[in-house]
């Protein structure tokens, strides 16, 4: 029989799975928003029980990618609309500036490192128009932002920040051609890194702010929503 912990880690990966497979339709647009979230066809779908999947929808929950609807159930949000990328940006430069500045303060030796690492992670990672294609970079950019917030020792800006996910929501604005800022975003990266590396906090400061608008102006300037998605019922 196998172990209590086997058994969750197992399910964890099932969950884990449900959820990249799901995120990939809703991002791609094969799954339209507003379109409900059958627990029961998605298993079937999916080939596997239905717990994997009611988590899997939980996570896509708090990702903003899935609402969870009174009489309705699960269902899939639609893309950013303007007002609510300024909204987040608004909230990113009250919270990221100053979370660059007490990692520049606080960091270790081997967050810097692992900062380093990610950033040369986000820049080898290729892009594309499909989730799958980009994947890789969305996973390390939103890594890079997240090691930056668990360096700066706050662990209430941390958490508030945590609350907001921004990289998805701002992938979702990305046209047919997929991402397109993948260059210009790495750059503005290393400028963060260089700041938080030697401990300039102001300079930190500034690079993030600036990190923030440029990446709350690029979206703004791209269409509300990826592409005309397609219909389909789970």
């Known amino acids: 029989m196998a172990s209590p912990g086997a058994i969750d880690a197992a399910r964890s990966s099932r969950s884990e799975q449900a959820r990249r497979s799901l995120a990939g339709r809703i991002m791609d647009g094969t799954i339209a928003p507003g379109t409900p979230l059958r627990i029961a066809a998605l298993s079937e779908d999916l080939g596997m029980s239905a717990t994997p ?22 269902v899939v949000t639609s893309p950013p609309d303007d007002d609510h990328v300024r ?46 294609e980009y994947e890789g970079y969305l996973h390390h950019s939103t890594a890079f932002h997240a090691g930056i917030a668990r360096a700066a ?48 906090a102001d300079a930190a400061r500034d690079a993030m702010a ?5 990446v709350t102006q690029r979206a703004l300037a791209r269409p509300d929503g990826t592409r005309p998605p397609a219909s389909q019922s789970c």
């Not at 260089?194 to 300039?200: K, L, S, V």
């Open 53 to 74: 999947v009611r988590e899997a929808l939980n996570l896509l929950t708090g990702e903003k990618l899935v609402d969870y609807l009174p009489m309705r159930g699960f």
């Open 87 to 132: 909204t987040m940006g608004e909230a990113r430069l009250l919270l990221e500036p100053q979370l660059a500045a007490l990692a520049a303060r606080h960091a270790t030796a081997a967050e810097r490192e692992e900062l380093a690492a990610t950033s040369a992670q986000t820049a080898a990672a290729g892009v594309g128009a499909r989730f799958r």
């Open 153 to 200: 020792r706050n662990p209430y800006l941390a958490a508030a920040l945590d609350a907001i996910p921004v990289h998805t929501l701002r992938f979702r604005r990305f046209g047919e051609a997929g991402v397109d800022d993948a260059d210009v975003s790495v750059t503005e990266h290393e400028a963060v890194l260089e700041a938080i590396t030697r401990g300039d």
């Open 210 to 214: 600036s990190h923030v608008r440029a």
